[in-house]
């Protein structure tokens, strides 16, 4: 279903812009979820590729990749390629597409990056994708939902780097 933006990846290859570097100033280090670390762990056989961070929400805690010179600590430069590209992180998988919570009273909002990637898709597309995602990410969104600190939301209020979409809007979770 991502295909529309996913047209295919050569498009990210060719861009200069290179995502997988971090930080820019609305492209930060990627968030992980506790299943995500699991899963990246079992594939490489090693923990020591993510950091823990502190919420803006109380005492909370999440997760980032760790990034070596100024990248993504699984970003091959010389190939240009994600090493984990897989089992790579939600994050990841929904990018040029976020989601982060500008003021906490309002809810989670989508947001759309700007990017080559971006550019020429229109609303109805971008509408259907958000529902992809929605239904097929819902568990991996809601893990990673407030994962992020007070300055990279600070960033986001003064960027023009991207645009706000609509409110996240999950299925309600089913009983266990």
């Known amino acids: 279903m991502s295909q529309e933006l996913n047209r295919d990846r050569d498009v990210c290859h060719g861009c200069s812009e290179k995502?997988?570097?971090f930080p820019t100033e609305t492209n930060t280090n990627a968030v992980l979820s506790l299943n995500e670390i699991a899963k990246i762990e079992h594939v490489?056989?090693?923990?020591?590729?993510?950091?823990?961070k502190k919420s803006r929400?109380?005492?909370?805690?999440?997760?980032?990749?760790?990034?070596?010179?100024g990248s993504c600590c699984f970003y091959n430069q010389q190939d240009q390629k994600c090493t984990i590209y897989e089992v790579r992180p939600l994050d990841c998988r929904l990018y040029p597409f976020d989601f982060t919570t500008f003021d906490v009273g309002q809810g989670d909002i989508w947001i759309l990056n700007n990017c080559l990637l971006s550019?020429?898709?229109?609303?109805?597309?971008?509408e259907k994708m958000l529902d992809y995602f929605e239904c097929n990410y819902a568990e991996e969104i809601a893990e990673n939902l407030h994962s992020e600190d007070s300055s990279f939301v600070e960033l986001l209020k003064k960027s023009d780097g991207f645009r706000k979409l609509r409110n996240v809007k999950l299925p309600p979770s089913s009983p266990k």
């Open 19 to 21: 995502c997988c570097l």
């Open 44 to 52: 490489i056989g090693h923990s020591d590729f993510y950091e823990e």
């Open 57 to 69: 929400y109380g005492d909370d805690v999440y997760y980032r990749l760790k990034s070596i010179a």
């Open 119 to 126: 550019q020429d898709v229109d609303e109805a597309a971008v």
